[in-house]
């Protein structure tokens, strides 16, 4: 497993943007294929985005295409989500996770989680 520290979250209008970054600590993260995933109180987890560990062919859920991106930098061992064009439905808390082998919106696949940031986003 890899330890994952989400950063970024906070308060914004609907509209405005927010950078989430998902850190790790270890040399072989690069060999991790990572996730966004957010759940919003009283609703069940939801997968944002998820990127291979190499090459591309990121996923993204319907509801956030055209508006958010997830991309990495391997070399700083980081993972962010661009997030343009905010709705209040976007607020939730918000998790990476990582997991070797192939990406996929399939939570239940990923091995590692980080503890959340929380993003919220006023009408």
């Known amino acids: 497993q890899v330890q994952l520290v989400e950063s970024g979250g906070g308060l914004v209008q609907a509209g405005g943007s927010l950078r989430l970054s998902c850190a790790a600590s270890?040399?072989?993260?690069?060999?991790?294929?990572v996730g966004w995933f957010r759940q919003a109180p009283g609703k069940e987890r939801e997968a944002v985005a998820a990127?291979?560990?190499?090459?591309?062919?990121?996923l993204s859920a319907d509801s956030v295409k055209g508006r958010f991106t997830i991309s990495r930098d391997n070399a700083k061992n980081t993972v962010y989500l661009q997030m343009n064009s905010l709705k209040p439905e976007d607020t939730a808390v918000y998790y990476c996770?990582?997991?070797?082998?192939?990406?996929?919106?399939?939570?239940?696949?990923?091995?590692?989680w980080g503890q959340g940031t929380q993003v919220t986003v006023s009408s």
């Open positions: 990127i291979p560990w190499i090459g591309s062919g990121t």
């Open positions: 270890e040399r072989t993260f690069s060999r991790y294929a």
């Open positions: 996770a990582a997991k070797l082998g192939i990406a996929t919106m399939d939570g239940h696949s990923f091995t590692s």
